[in-house]
């Protein structure tokens, strides 16, 4: 999955957490204290295509900023039915989605989408900023 559906950032890599990294006196970096949940693309040179996790009743990340003509995939990576159904008379309608499917929505007009699973409305609340 995409880096940016990760919802959390990754304190390892370059040796941080290793022996290697030990071994050349180099000091592992504290544990991350929270998950981020939101996520920005609206740089110039951002990407046309962002992916969006569901797991264990959530959207991941949860708020996720995008230039305008972004294409955004929500992947049901849960064990359960899902659905991503933006609120009022908003345009995202996925349908049901089994575990393993997708829905796309590529946004090409500024605003904020506020979005939620039709089965589990209460606790998966998400939206999308498009700028």
């Given at each position: 999955?995409?880096?940016?559906?990760?919802?959390?950032?990754?304190?390892?890599?370059?040796?941080?957490?290793?022996?290697?990294?030990?071994a050349a006196g180099q000091q592992a970096?504290?544990?991350?204290?929270?998950?981020?949940?939101?996520?920005?693309?609206?740089?110039?040179?951002?990407?046309s295509a962002v992916q969006v996790g569901?797991?264990?009743?959530?959207?991941?990340?949860?708020?996720?900023?995008?230039?305008?003509?972004?294409?955004?995939?929500?992947?049901?990576?849960?064990?359960?039915?899902?659905?991503?159904?933006?609120?009022?008379?908003?345009?995202?309608?996925?349908?049901?989605?089994?575990?393993?499917?997708?829905?796309?929505?590529?946004?090409?007009?500024?605003?904020?989408?506020?979005?939620?699973?039709?089965?589990?409305?209460?606790?998966?609340?998400?939206?999308?900023?498009?700028?």
């Open positions: 999955m995409a880096a940016a559906t990760a919802g959390a950032v990754s304190m390892l890599g370059a040796g941080y957490g290793s022996d290697s990294a030990q970096p504290p544990a991350a204290a929270a998950v981020v949940s939101t996520v920005s693309f609206n740089t110039p040179n951002a990407p569901i797991v264990d009743f959530a959207f991941s990340p949860s708020t996720l900023t995008v230039s305008q003509g972004t294409t955004v995939t929500w992947t049901n990576d849960g064990a359960v039915l899902h659905s991503v159904k933006s609120d009022g008379r908003g345009p995202l309608h996925s349908g049901p989605l089994s575990p393993g499917e997708s829905y796309s929505f590529r946004f090409n007009s500024p605003g904020t989408y506020s979005y939620y699973c039709c089965f589990h409305s209460s606790v998966m609340l998400a939206k999308v900023i498009v700028r």
